[in-house]
T-cell receptor, first 114, second 116 residues
Framework: DVKVTQSSRYLVKRTGEKVFLECVQD?????MFWYRQDPGLGLRLIYF???????EKGDIPEGYSVSREKKERFSLILESASTNQTSMYLC?????????????FGSGTRLTVV | AQKITQTQPGMFVQEKEAVTLDCTYD???????LFWYKQPSSGEMIFLIY??????QNATEGRYSLNFQKARKSANLVISASQLGDSAMYFC?????????????FGTGTRLTIIP
């Protein structure tokens, strides 16, 4: 019954490293999203994609980029990781027209940058 | 400006009591959707309930109901007969945007603790 899979549950990286967070969904959803979650700030949208090779900036895109070469896979890239990017990262997918419960989340990746 | 406002960072409620979690929103769209999610300590996001902006009836799902007051831009979650397993973070979220280009915006959350 796996639907949205994030490749790592916990990740520790060094400052300046290039970091890839992978997300794969098996529901044939068109839309995919990357959020970061911080205490007291809730979930904030980083980037989203509504089609293969399409991407849109969310509310906090600075320091991040994304890649969507295939419909089922949406990657978040930290070009040069910094300590202020230590956070929980959540991937989600949805299908336009599924109005009610159409957003499915992965279990999250807790990234620590040292 | 915040699009989704949850003014209660934390709440403590006695087991079996009802609890109301507040949520107000801000949008100029006519068509939008409001969601509530539960996030237990395990970190997964669990969908609870949905209210469409054109829905005339308040949404209900088992012990969860959504008190939708459109003119006040309010979408409070009501949990009846609270249980220990209800202890978690609760997030209100709003879907905006046109078909195919929608996004979900979240509030800052409320941490609910149920006391035995």
């Amino acid at each position: 019954d796996v639907k949205v899979t994030q490749s790592s549950r916990y990740l520790v990286k060094r400052t300046g490293e290039k970091v890839f967070l992978e997300c794969v969904q098996d529901m044939d959803h068109e839309n995919m999203f990357w959020y970061r979650q911080d205490p007291g700030l809730g979930l904030r949208l980083i980037y989203f994609s509504y089609d293969v090779k399409m991407k849109e900036k969310g509310d906090i895109p600075e320091g991040y980029s994304v890649s969507r070469e295939k419909k089922e896979r949406f990657s978040l890239i930290l070009e040069s990781a910094s300590t202020n990017q230590t956070s929980m990262y959540l991937c989600a997918s949805s299908s336009p027209g599924r109005r009610v419960d159409g957003y499915t989340f992965g279990s999250g990746t807790r990234l620590t940058v040292v | 400006a915040q699009k989704i406002t949850q003014t209660q960072p934390g709440m403590f409620v006695q087991e079996k009591e009802a609890v109301t979690l507040d949520c107000t929103y801000d949008t100029s769209d006519q068509s939008y959707g409001l969601f509530w999610y539960k996030q237990p300590s395990s970190g997964e996001m669990i969908f609870l309930i949905y209210q469409g902006s054109y829905d005339e009836q308040n949404a209900t799902e088992g012990r969860y109901s959504l008190n939708f007051q459109k003119a006040r831009k309010s979408a409070n979650l009501v949990i009846s007969a609270s249980q220990l397993g209800d202890s978690a973070m609760y997030f209100c979220a709003m879907r905006e945007g046109s078909f195919g280009n929608e996004k979900l915006t979240f509030g800052t959350g409320t941490r609910l603790t149920i006391i035995p």
